[in-house]
Nanobody
Framework: QVQLVESGGGLVQAGGSLRLSCAAS????????MGWFRRAPGKEREFVAA???????YYLDSVEGRFIISRDNAKNTVYLQMNSLKAEDTAVYYCAGRIGRVFPMLLMEEDSYDRWGQGTQVTVSS
């Protein structure tokens, strides 16, 4: 049974930092591209960051330079280090995984992913 379990969310003041983790089980993690998405209140879910199985990162423009995605294949875990947080980063953050070849731009599309976590809430107070 494949599971993706996010952790690390919480309440933080603007300018602060959080590190999200997503622990995967039931799959060969090193074969998976991994992504982070988020859904803010009243908005559609959007791409935040992705890392291919070869460790190439991709970012949403508004988080590049503030967020860092990384992975530890030995721990079957992908991370999202979030720095200089802003109120507009408030959202439920979801971890997602996919396998197989894909055009890189499609890593930003949620339909490209077939494994999802339950989400973790991040709230940034201004």
């Amino acid at each position: 049974q494949v599971q993706l379990v996010e952790s690390g969310g919480g309440l933080v003041q603007a300018g602060g930092s959080l590190r999200l983790s997503c622990a995967a089980s039931g799959l060969t993690f090193s074969n998976y591209d991994m992504g982070w998405f988020r859904r803010a209140p009243g908005k559609e879910r959007e791409f935040v960051a992705a890392m291919t199985r070869s460790a190439t990162p991709y970012y949403l423009d508004s988080v590049e330079g503030r967020f860092i995605i990384s992975r530890d294949n030995a721990k079957n875990t992908v991370y999202l280090q979030m720095n200089s947080l802003k109120a507009e980063d408030t959202a439920v953050y979801y971890c997602a995984g996919r396998i197989g070849r894909v055009f890189p731009m499609l890593l930003m599309e949620e339909d490209s992913y077939d494994r999802w976590g339950q989400g973790t809430q991040v709230t940034v107070s201004s």
